[in-house]
């Protein structure tokens, strides 16, 4: 009978405990998440997103460790985790593991920054995308499609990757629209640059001799087989995919040398049947 209430206790004991453990646990992780969530209100890049989530895994580890004691006591904890051949060559053994390599790559990711978040990306094996989120174990980037490519950061950590939006608030795409040999080169070049002022995703970056932002100016560059070749560069936020931007100018340009009469020349054949 003695025996069954004292192991009674125990198991109250170890109980209350590990739900101790748990409820400080989600409450230090809770209040983690919320300290960070008002950091990326003004600050959204990779250092924060990686912080986070090495924190809430020392949380983890920590509050783990400390249960631990409670339950066996300080001493036994260390001598279980580090006395004896046997855990030694557990840790070697998972420190072995893809996610070690992963923690590691996430890093060294981290630390020389190539890419942080929100930048349009371009990976060797030809994935493209925003970058959107980034752990200890792998960076989330959102392609075209709005499908999430998941790549460990191991694997990352070794391919080239072209960042279009390297450490500049704003990227840029270069248009070149062809117009007819008889049209005014000077009303087309008004009517180019005013369809990409009233584009909702072009933003005036481009500094004027002043050292004022301005859009763009449109140029005259080349003379082709069968058409004047008008030039544009177009500036955008980093968050919004190049081909919408492409479509949306695309389009604009198109309606308004129309609208204006300017011709849009393009290459046909005649056939003759003798």
């Given at each position: 009978m003695n025996f069954q209430i004292k192991d009674w206790k125990g198991a109250l004991n170890l109980g209350i405990i590990i739900g101790v453990a748990i409820a400080v646990m989600i409450l230090l992780i809770y209040i983690n998440r919320k300290c960070f969530k008002r950091l990326k209100i003004k600050h959204q890049n990779l250092h924060l997103q990686l912080l986070e989530k090495v924190i809430s895994f020392f949380i983890v580890v920590a509050v783990g460790l400390l249960a631990f004691s409670a339950m066996g006591?300080?001493?036994?904890?260390?001598?279980?985790?580090?006395?004896?051949t046997a855990v030694l060559s557990a840790v070697a053994a998972f420190a072995a593991q893809d996610v070690i390599r992963d923690m590691l790559a996430g890093l060294m990711i981290s630390i020389y920054k190539p890419f942080d978040i929100g930048d349009r990306i371009e990976l060797e094996d030809g994935t493209t995308g925003v970058v959107k989120d980034m752990n200890m174990r792998h960076v989330v980037i959102n392609t075209i499609d709005t499908i999430k490519e998941v790549i460990p950061n191991s694997q990352l950590n070794v391919m080239q990757i072209k960042n279009f939006s390297f450490r500049s608030p704003c990227r840029s795409v270069n248009f070149c629209f062809p117009i007819g040999y008889a049209s005014d080169v000077e009303k087309a070049k008004q009517v180019i640059g005013q369809?990409?002022?009233?584009?909702e995703y072009?933003?005036?970056?481009?500094?004027?001799?002043?050292?004022?932002?301005d859009y763009t100016p449109?140029?005259?560059?080349?003379?082709?087989?069968?058409?004047?070749?008008?030039?544009v560069t177009v500036y955008y936020e980093n968050s919004v995919p190049t081909e919408r931007v492409k479509d949306d100018i695309n389009c604009r340009v198109?309606?308004?040398?129309?609208?204006?009469?300017?011709e849009i020349p393009y290459n046909y054949i005649n056939v003759i049947n003798k």
């Open positions: 006591g300080t001493r036994n904890v260390w001598q279980t985790l580090l006395g004896g369809a990409v002022k009233e584009s072009s933003i005036a970056f481009f500094a004027n001799n002043e050292g004022e932002k449109v140029y005259f560059l080349s003379f082709a087989d069968s058409a004047l070749m008008m030039s198109k309606k308004a040398l129309e609208a204006n009469g300017i």
